[in-house]
Structures are given as C-alpha cells and as structure tokens.
Nanobody, 125 residues
C-alpha cells in the first residue's frame, strides 16, 4: 500500500508560479509511474502530467505544455510539479497519483492505483 501526501498548493496571482511536491511512503516508490491529476469545481478529474518510474519519460496535457514540468527524485520518494505562468483556469485541487499501467494509459486520470488527498491551487486574475 502506497501513501501519498501532497504539499505546495496555495493562492497565487495569474502569471505566478507554484511548486507542488508529493512524498510517497509504504511502498517501493521507484517502480511506479507518477502522475498529477486536477479537479476543478463541478468538473471531472483531468490528467495533467505523468512521469515514468525512471524519470526518463514524461507526458503532459496540451493546456499546460511549456508551463508545467513534472519531475521526480527516487532517492527522496518525491515527485514534483513545477507550475509557471499560472492562469485562472488552472485553479483546481491537484492530486498526486501512482500507477503501474502501461505508458499509453497513464494519461487517463482513472488509471492510477493510489491517490493523495489533494492540494488546492487557486489562481486569481
């Protein structure tokens, strides 16, 4: 069983930056692909970014390309999401997730096996 704890959310003005962190415990972190998924009020969960177990491959959704960067440090059991040039439409609860599905399925928000409790990101205009 893997436990995930996110941190780093908050209130920021449009154009600002935040760095989310997610620390894993209770399992073998390095065998899992990790992802970030967000959910805005009244909307379904939306895939944001994913990173392979080794960190050598990443994918992200079109709306965050060039602005968000996912990374991981397996020595620290931690995955990060650096968010730059934030927009009001990025406002959501951001969830960290771990999964072992095939790489092609990791862009689906529902494919992950373990989830954190979420951290709120609010971007004001």
């Amino acid at each position: 069983q893997v436990q995930l704890v996110e941190s780093g959310g908050g209130l920021v003005q449009a154009g600002g930056s935040l760095r989310l962190s997610c620390v894993a415990s209770g399992g073998t972190f390095r065998i899992y692909a990790m992802g970030w998924v967000r959910q805005a009020p009244g909307k379904e969960r939306e895939f944001v970014a994913t990173i392979s177990w080794s960190g050598s491959s990443t994918r992200d959704t079109d709306s965050v390309k060039g602005r968000f960067t996912i990374s991981r440090d397996n020595a620290k059991n931690t995955v990060y999401l650096q968010m730059n040039s934030l927009k009001p439409e990025d406002t959501a609860v951001y969830y960290c997730a771990a999964g072992r599905s095939s790489w092609s399925r990791l862009t689906q928000a529902t494919t992950y096996d373990y989830w954190g409790q979420g951290t709120q990101v609010t971007v004001s205009s």
